[in-house]
């Protein structure tokens, strides 16, 4: 089917940045630009958060939260069936378990985690003061 594989995360002090990426492999007869791509975190405990989203194809459409917008862009390389997520003035309330999600479905909302079909396993992001 469809195997999503985080990676680049790890611990960086407050206001650096990071790139994660989410390495795509796709069954035969199906692409991963066909994919709606999404990234969500979570702390334990806590629910898994909507981070931001790109929409299939050459990626036209992007949604962020309001609490990432302007410092984390997400972007997908379909050659490299590949997705990114780039995050800038990291601050200590960014660490998190960081997940990848792709689905099939386009269009809002974006932000449920219970409508993405496929997710990878998670990369540690530990940002300290």
């Known amino acids: 089917q469809v195997q999503l594989v985080e990676s680049g995360g790890g611990l960086v002090q407050a206001g650096a940045s990071l790139r994660l990426s989410c390495a795509t492999s796709?069954?035969?007869?199906?692409?991963?630009?066909?994919?709606?791509m999404a990234w969500f975190r979570q702390v334990p405990g806590k629910e898994r958060d909507f981070i931001a989203a790109?929409?299939?194809?050459?990626?036209?459409?992007?949604n962020y939260p309001d609490s990432v917008k302007g410092r984390f862009t997400i972007s997908r390389d379909n050659a490299k069936n590949t997705a990114y997520l780039q995050m800038n003035t990291l601050e200590p309330e960014d660490t998190a378990v960081y997940y990848c999600?792709?689905?099939?479905?386009?269009?809002?909302?974006?932000?449920?985690?219970?409508?993405?079909?496929?997710w990878g396993q998670g990369t540690q992001v530990t940002v300290s003061s």
């Open positions: 790109i929409s299939r194809g050459s990626g036209g459409t992007t």
């Open positions: 796709v069954a035969s007869g199906r692409t991963f630009g066909s994919l709606n």
């Open positions: 999600a792709g689905r099939r479905r386009y269009g809002r909302p974006w932000d449920r985690p219970e409508d993405y079909d496929y």
